[in-house]
């Protein structure tokens, strides 16, 4: 083979790299740039275990290619056999002490973590909130605050937030990377985790456990804004008035379809609902989680939701199979969800 082919082999290989790892740095969907006590903790433990593999993978190279080299057949010495060496005691204690202690230096800072993040002596005195993952959306209820969202969560900086988790089918897993570890959510025990962020800003949350159809589309946010926006926050919230009449006429007949074909599954106040709680839907970054938080992108969700998320709970939804809801329909209730803001303090405000 010609040098120069080899030398372009080797180039693009690399050009693919860079471009392939290059898409993986999003800075608020990543565990490598931790913004909050748990995400940093356990990258210390990824930092750790990480150097020990670079040592054990270095000390093994180099052993690997010392032998090659000194082992390898000679010009002259092909029928040569080495000496044959049978057991030795020394060298069976070195190589089962070393993985011993490397095995330790990694498993005692990650079970002290484990136990740390496990931690639930504040719970009492905290914000708790119960978290129901569902396919393929989340919803946040306030247990003390008396308020209910969905989709984004707002908590508070540099304050421990204690989540109770159970799913209402089957089993998900809450996963926010820049601000703490998995935890598995299951449809009859509650498991517990705290997070807390260290920064105000948008963090991306995912379902990490495969969960069906449209399990890659089960995002969230979490919104870390400072404690007087969040005390404000949760004061708009419990004051949330779903029957104030909105100001355009579109968005008034907008009203009235919704209490019509939607209010069965959503709520628009601090009352549980089947579906997403709405009351905040205006101020939502995303609709259903993953599509931009246009008008276009709402409309076309409530005349298709199939298209967007498939196997999504609004399939079941009535209006969906008969001629009440047409682009019309939809462009007015579209008016009429994108004007309840009941807040000042969004996801565009804490970024
Ligand atoms: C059968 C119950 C049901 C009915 C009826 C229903 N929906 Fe839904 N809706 C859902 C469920 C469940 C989801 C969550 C889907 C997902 O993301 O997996 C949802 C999601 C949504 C979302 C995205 C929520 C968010 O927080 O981003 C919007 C907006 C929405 N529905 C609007 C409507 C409108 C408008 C109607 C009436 C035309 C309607 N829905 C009727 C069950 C329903
Ligand atoms: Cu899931």
Not at 36 to 50: D, L, P, R
Not at 318 to 338: H, Q, R, V
Request: glycine letters at 6%; proline letters at 5%; one cysteine or more.
């Amino acid at each position: 083979m010609k040098e120069w082919m080899g030398k372009i082999r080797t180039l693009s290989l690399f050009s693919l790299m860079v471009l392939v790892l290059s898409a993986c740095g999003k800075d608020n969907l990543t565990a490598l740039m931790p913004k909050g006590y748990g995400a940093e903790e356990s990258f210390k433990v990824i930092i750790i275990s990480t150097l020990v593999m670079i040592v054990v993978f270095l000390i093994v190279m180099i052993i690997y290619v010392y032998v090659i080299m000194k082992f390898r057949q000679k010009k002259g010495e092909e029928n040569k056999i080495p000496k044959q060496v049978e057991g030795s005691k020394t060298l069976e204690i070195v190589w089962t002490t070393i993985p011993i202690l490397l095995l330790l230096i990694i498993a005692v800072p990650t079970i002290a973590v484990t136990y740390d993040l496990a931690d639930e002596s504040k719970k009492e005195d905290s914000i708790n909130i119960n978290v129901t993952g569902s396919q393929f959306w989340w919803h946040f209820e306030y247990a003390e605050e008396q308020i209910q969202t969905s989709q984004d969560l707002y908590i508070p900086v540099g304050e421990k937030v204690y989540l109770n988790m159970l799913s209402s089918d089957v089993i998900h897993s809450f996963w926010v990377p820049a601000l703490s570890g998995k935890m598995d959510v299951n449809p009859d025990n509650e498991n517990t985790m705290y997070i807390e962020a260290n920064e105000e800003g948008v963090y991306w949350g995912k379902c990490a456990e495969f969960c069906g159809d449209s399990h890659s589309l089960m995002d969230f946010k979490i919104v870390a804004v400072s404690q007087d926006e969040y005390d404000q926050w949760v004061e708009d919230m419990q004051n949330v008035d779903p029957e104030a009449t909105p100001e355009s006429t579109t968005a008034q007949e907008g009203k009235a379809l919704f209490e019509q074909s939607c209010l069965s599954c959503h709520a628009l106040d601090n009352t549980p609902s089947v579906g997403p709680n709405l009351s905040n839907f205006g101020d939502r970054s995303m609709v259903a989680g993953v599509l931009e938080h246009t008008k276009e992108e709402l409309v076309g969700w409530i005349l298709d939701p199939a298209e967007k998320k498939p196997g999504n709970g609004m399939l079941e939804a009535p209006y969906l199979n008969e001629d009440t809801i047409g682009e019309e329909e939809a462009e007015k209730i579209a008016d009429y969800l994108m004007q309840l803001k009941p807040s000042e303090i969004t996801p565009e405000s804490a970024k």
